[in-house]
């Protein structure tokens, strides 16, 4: 039986990620309860779930008797859920609960990047890589919502702006 001890880093960067998956699990869950759309409601399930496995996968990572059996593929294994609701408002708009798990999705995706790119083991270092490309491609779900309603406030440039800037780089690198 192989057992893989972890440097210091990787285990340090899980244990300080840990606890935030908590208190994101805790929100996702508040926020599934009051949110009505249902397509909104399904991403952010499925974030829940995501991150749930997240979670086990860091722990399993943890495990010196199991961690260099934990793989890419431990990322896809998902499980349902139920939610006890208790409270049906949390005083947020859908928009603004739309617009905080897209924050939420591109805050992890970018934890879990930036810890990925100081972690030693390499099965470490690419969980935590597709870790945030999971985070990456909620937030694009959530994006995409936002785009649909309407609620995307990002201002659109123009094609003379576009040319303009592309012509200023073409200068620069005398392309």
């Given at each position: 039986m192989t057992?893989?001890?972890l440097k210091m880093i990787d285990l340090s960067l899980m244990a300080e990620h840990l606890p935030v998956h908590k208190a994101e699990l805790d929100k996702l869950a508040s926020y599934i309860c009051t949110i009505q759309d249902s397509e909104i409601k399904q991403a952010a399930t499925e974030q829940y779930m995501m991150?749930?496995?997240h979670v086990k996968v860091m722990i399993a990572l943890m495990?010196?008797?199991q961690n260099e059996t934990i793989s890419i593929e431990d990322l896809h294994k998902w499980e349902p859920v139920s939610f006890n609701?208790?409270?049906n408002s949390i005083g947020m708009s859908q928009e603004n609960i739309l617009k905080e798990l897209a924050t939420s999705a591109k805050s992890m995706a970018n934890?879990?990047?930036?810890s990925a790119l100081r972690m030693k083991a390499e099965n470490v270092r690419t969980i935590h890589t597709h870790m945030a490309l999971q985070q990456m491609?909620?937030?694009n779900r959530y994006n995409a919502l936002l785009n649909k309603f309407g609620k995307d406030t990002a201002p659109v440039s123009?094609?003379?702006e576009q040319e303009e800037t592309m012509e200023?780089?073409?200068k620069m690198f005398n392309l």
């Open positions: 057992r893989m001890i991150m749930q496995n495990d010196p008797v609701c208790q409270q934890n879990n990047f930036n491609t909620m937030l123009s094609r003379k200023t780089f073409q």
